[in-house]
């Protein structure tokens, strides 16, 4: 009987061992707070199943913050990012939610601000010289003016939320060059794109400037923009029409939350 009882003796010590060890284990820490800002790229215009709560903000449950926050459950969530947003509609009513305590920021902005929508209604509705000269003048814009207007945009998220690490979205390219699309001409599509790069360019500078990590979406994208044939995004759209030349849902998950991903 005692190689019995000195066995069970030795069961009931290990199990009270491992039983102690798993209460003072601690459960699994949350993720990092989390706060989303920016425009219509950011919101998930394009996305679908829009939160009805956001209004004409056209938040998407399928857009990547949400996509980030689902797979990192953070210790606290807001998104205030909004259709049609510009720099200053960030600093003066979306920053709310940011404190010391906020560990993740990310952020989509700057294509209102250069009349990223403008550009695209003359291009879509004018001739190859208007929208050459329409993205020009956006262009100037963005390399000489929204400098200073990301500038302000950028202090004030630091100066909210001193400890986080922010992540500043660009903005893919509209168009694949070099094949037959039916509907906008070629010299459209390329000075489209360029746009872009010129836009992402100065976004990608005045980030560093501050210590934000820039994620460039734009090889993301590659070969799923517009006349690729595996579009993420979406042309002309009758109705909603401010989901027009927005991304997919599938642009969401598999272009922009993969980017925000990787530099989180």
């Known amino acids: 009987m005692r190689p019995t009882k000195s066995l069970s003796a030795l069961a009931t010590l290990g199990f009270a061992t491992l039983l102690s ?37 056209h938040r998407s449950f399928s857009a990547y913050p ?29 920053l709310g939610p940011l404190n010391s305590s906020t560990g993740v920021v990310s952020l989509t902005i700057g294509g209102n601000d ?21 993205v020009n003048q956006a262009e100037s814009y963005a390399q000489n ?6 500038d302000a945009t950028y202090n004030a998220i630091r100066a909210k939320a001193p400890n986080a690490k922010v992540v500043v ?3 893919p390219h509209v168009y694949t060059l070099g094949v037959f699309c039916v509907g906008l001409s070629d010299t459209k599509h390329r000075k489209i794109d360029e746009a872009s790069d010129v836009l992402d360019s100065v976004i990608s500078s005045r980030a560093a ?26 042309s002309l759209v ?10 997919t849902a599938n ?11 990787a530099n989180s």
């Open 21 to 57: 060890f798993a209460l003072t284990v601690p459960a699994q820490a949350a993720g990092p707070s989390y706060v989303a800002l920016g425009d219509s790229y950011a919101a998930g215009n394009g996305a679908g199943n829009y939160d009805s709560a956001s209004g004409n903000c």
């Open 238 to 247: 009758v109705s909603p029409s401010w989901e027009s030349y927005h991304p």
């Open 209 to 234: 400037a501050h210590g934000f990590v820039f994620g460039d979406v734009r090889s993301a994208f590659n070969g799923h923009e517009l006349c690729s044939g595996d579009d993420w995004l979406h």
């Open 114 to 134: 250069a009349g990223f929508s403008d550009v695209m209604t003359t291009c879509v509705t004018g001739s190859d010289t208007d929208c050459v000269n329409r």
């Open 251 to 261: 642009g969401h998950a598999s272009g922009y939350y993969p980017v925000l991903n």
């Open 169 to 171: 979205l660009g903005y």
């Open 66 to 94: 949400y996509l980030w926050k689902n797979a990192h459950a953070p210790s606290a969530f807001a998104d205030t990012s909004c259709s049609g947003a510009v720099t200053t509609d960030v600093t003066n009513s979306q």
């Open 145 to 150: 003016t929204l400098p200073d207007r990301l």
